[in-house]
């Protein structure tokens, strides 16, 4: 019996220095469920840098979402930037000059000396709102169910983000953008339960993502700044992945400059998300509002 009972006990111990060595299984974000390609679904705005040119909202701000949020249903674009004293913010730009009051590389401030300087809109008018922290968006959206895609900037690493969503538990919220396969890849090595925005420009493209070793269902296809065919967009149905358009740019100049409807048009192409700096007015133009 003594012999029994030491046997049991050294296969409980080799059992769990098993186990704790083993990576633990992840979840599916619900996000890969909810964006996968389907033909009736409606169209969704993503909003450019969380909502440009703006009066008194400046782009990549926590009031920004919420005010924008506030009127219209949308999936955000967000962009993260690493400060000094390596905290992770909003910020496009790696000098903090056209968004804020202060001036300089934002990597020359810790966060507590950004916040002497104020968020200014893309007129230059000053506001009160701070610079956000990425920590505060992601609990924020979480909170109220809202969608980001996060555009990571150079300074940061795509580990250090995940990270900071799997602190908050905002997989279901959050998709990660990436340029290239390169990109692509490495970010689904660190969060293979995450939704990707994923770059798919022409067939050349699309083709290297099809081959490479990540599942259709993690993919959400940016297929650039320019109109393509409708074959194309078909053809990225066809793996069950949604196309996002960037009219951001050129495409929203020309909505603002020969009608709105335009919006309307691109969706009946195949484009399932457009990616604007106009998110009021593409909206208005495809019924798209809060219930």
């Not at 012999?3 to 619900?30: D, F, M, W, Y």
């Not at 081959?211 to 993690?218: D, F, G, L, M, Y």
């Not at 358009?245 to 048009?265: C, F, P, R």
């Amino acid at each position: 019996m003594k012999r029994a009972i030491i046997l049991l006990l050294v296969l409980l111990s080799l059992s769990c220095k098993t186990n704790k060595g083993e990576t633990p299984k992840l979840n599916q974000s619900h996000l890969l469920e909810i964006f996968s390609y389907k033909s009736n679904s409606e169209p969704i705005i993503s909003v450019h840098r969380g909502g440009k040119g703006l009066d008194n909202y400046p782009e990549n701000c926590l009031e920004t979402l919420k005010y924008i949020n506030d009127s219209i249903p949308a999936i955000y674009e967000i962009d993260v930037a690493k400060t000094k004293d390596n905290v992770l913010v909003l910020m496009h730009d790696n000098s903090i000059n056209r968004t804020t009051t202060g001036e300089g590389q934002l990597t020359s401030y810790t966060y507590s000396e950004l916040n002497q300087f104020n968020l200014q809109d893309d007129y230059g008018n000053r506001t009160v709102f701070k610079i956000p922290l990425f920590k505060d968006i992601l609990i924020w959206a979480k909170k109220n169910n809202v969608a980001l895609t996060i555009d990571i900037k150079k300074s940061v690493d795509v580990k250090e983000v995940v990270a900071l969503i799997r602190a908050t538990k905002a997989e279901d919220i959050s998709a990660i953008i990436t340029y290239d396969l390169k990109q692509t890849i490495a970010a689904y090595e660190v969060a293979p339960d995450l939704l990707l925005s994923v770059s798919g420009r022409n067939e050349e493209e699309l083709d290297w993502l099809i081959h490479s070793k990540i599942p259709t269902q993690n993919m959400l296809v940016f297929t650039g700044t320019r109109l393509t065919s409708q074959a194309f967009y078909n053809k990225v149905h066809s793996y069950g992945i949604k196309c996002i358009l960037g009219t951001l740019g050129n495409l929203d100049k020309q909505a603002e400059a020969k009608g709105d409807h335009l919006y309307k048009k691109w969706i009946g192409f195949g484009v399932d998300i457009i990616a604007t700096d106009r998110p009021f007015e593409a909206a208005a133009s495809l019924n798209i509002k809060n219930d």
